[in-house]
Structure formats: structure tokens, C-alpha cells
T-cell receptor, first 113, second 111 residues
Framework: EPEVTQTPSHQVTQMGQEVILRCVPISNHLYFYWYRQILGQKVEFLVS????????KSEIFDDQFSVERPDGSNFTLKIRSTKLEDSAMYFC???????????FGQGTRLTVV | DAKTTQPNSMESNEEEPVHLPCNHSTISGTDYIHWYRQLPSQGPEYVIHGLTSNVNNRMASLAIAEDRKSSTLILHRATLRDAAVYYCILRRASGNTPLVFGKGTRLSVIA
């Protein structure tokens, strides 16, 4: 069964450092998303992406965040200067159809120290 | 975004049916009703979605009220593996609309 894969599974970084979280969506999907979940809290939407541009973003997705689809397979989330409060589980998701079933990856746990 | 209301938690015995309710009184005509679940330490997982008619798939059934102001996710025989947080989400059919997760219902399954 096709799946969304995320790497790394766990990343520890120092405050102020840049991190790039990587995702490989399902191959024929066109709609991509990033979410995050702080420990013990709800899943929060960050950004949606289609046709090489951002479709929608939340208030969380400020200038410190950026997304990119550098090639035909990867979808990345970059945090330019990490803060302690960026520590969370980050989930990538993809959909094959507009408004259809979204497939989520297993997440990357980001710990900022 | 139209809001949904779910109980914080529910409990079920193993191998019995579970009915998870969701109220969405401000639903609009173009909103689909989606259900996702999140097992411990995993990413969210799609369960089912529908617009007006009841829907069935291999995981569950979705019963939608005639006025669409509420819906019920039905797990026909709960297993220990069904213990998870279940989210009822309204999502517009048009545009690359994201899923907006609430707090969901934490389902515990007792052996």
C-alpha cells in the first residue's frame, strides 16, 4: 500500500539553528500539507500546497517557515531559526484529489534545545 | 470554519459496536463530513467521509442526519486496536481546503 514517508523520524537541534524536515508524498498525489502537534495538544494545520505554490497557511506559519517541492518527489518544510516552542511532532500529508482522503506520514519529532 | 462538537471521551467493550457522535449545527451545503483517527504515537488516519447519504467502508459506517446537523461514526465491532482519538471534521469540497482538527473523542476499548 502506498504511504507518505517522512525523514528523519526524530531530530534534535539547537535553538536558532535551521532545520529541514523532509517528506515523500504518495507518487501521484498533487495536494500536500504540513501539520504539527505539540505534545499533548491537538493537531494544528500549518500550510497547504498545490501546483508549486502555497494554497493556504495558518497564523503559525510565519516568516520563519517555508515549504518547497524541490523535485518531483520531495516536499520539505524549513524552519529558519528554531525556537524552543517549535518542539513538536510534524506531520506531512498528501491527497490525490481536492478535498479527498488525506494520507499522513508517521511524523518527525523535532526537539529544540 | 464550521465547528464540530464531540464528547471528550468514550469507552467501549471489545467486540461491541461503538457509536461516536458529532454535532455540526452550522454546517454549510458544501461541507463534507470527514472522520479521522489518531492511534497512539502515530499520524492521523482517514476513516470515512460523506456529504448527505450514509456511507460504509471496510473500517466503519457513517450515519448522517437528514438535516446534516449531526452525524455518527459507527464501529461495528470494536477491537483493542481501535483505541484512538477520533476526529469529526467539516471540510469544504472546493479548493485545497485543509483539515482542521479539534480535540476529538478519545475512545478506550476494554478487553
Amino acid at each position: 500500500e502506498p504511504e507518505v514517508t517522512q525523514t528523519p523520524s526524530h531530530q534534535v537541534t539547537q535553538m536558532g539553528q535551521e532545520v529541514i524536515l523532509r517528506c515523500v508524498p504518495i507518487s501521484n498525489h498533487l495536494y500536500f500539507y504540513w501539520y504539527r502537534q505539540i505534545l499533548g495538544q491537538k493537531v494544528e494545520f500549518l500550510v497547504s500546497f498545490y501546483n508549486n505554490e502555497i494554497s493556504e497557511k495558518s497564523e503559525i506559519f510565519d516568516d520563519q517557515f517555508s515549504v518547497e517541492r524541490p523535485d518531483g518527489s520531495n516536499f520539505t518544510l524549513k524552519i529558519r531559526s528554531t525556537k524552543l516552542e517549535d518542539s513538536a511532532m510534524y506531520f506531512c500529508a498528501s491527497s490525490g484529489t481536492q478535498g479527498g482522503e488525506a494520507f499522513f506520514g508517521q511524523g518527525t519529532r523535532l526537539t529544540v534545545v | 470554519d464550521a465547528k464540530t462538537t464531540q464528547p471528550n471521551s468514550m469507552e467501549s467493550n471489545e467486540e461491541e459496536p461503538v457509536h461516536l457522535p458529532c454535532n455540526h449545527s452550522t454546517i454549510s451545503g458544501t461541507d463534507y463530513i470527514h472522520w479521522y483517527r489518531q492511534l497512539p504515537s502515530q499520524g492521523p488516519e482517514y476513516v470515512i467521509h460523506g456529504l448527505t447519504s450514509n456511507v460504509n467502508n471496510r473500517m466503519a459506517s457513517l450515519a448522517i442526519a437528514e438535516d446534516r446537523k449531526s452525524s455518527t461514526l459507527i464501529l461495528h465491532r470494536a477491537t483493542l486496536r481501535d483505541a484512538a482519538v477520533y476526529y469529526c471534521i467539516l471540510r469544504r469540497a472546493s479548493g485545497n481546503t485543509p483539515l482542521v482538527f479539534g480535540k476529538g473523542t478519545r475512545l478506550s476499548v476494554i478487553a
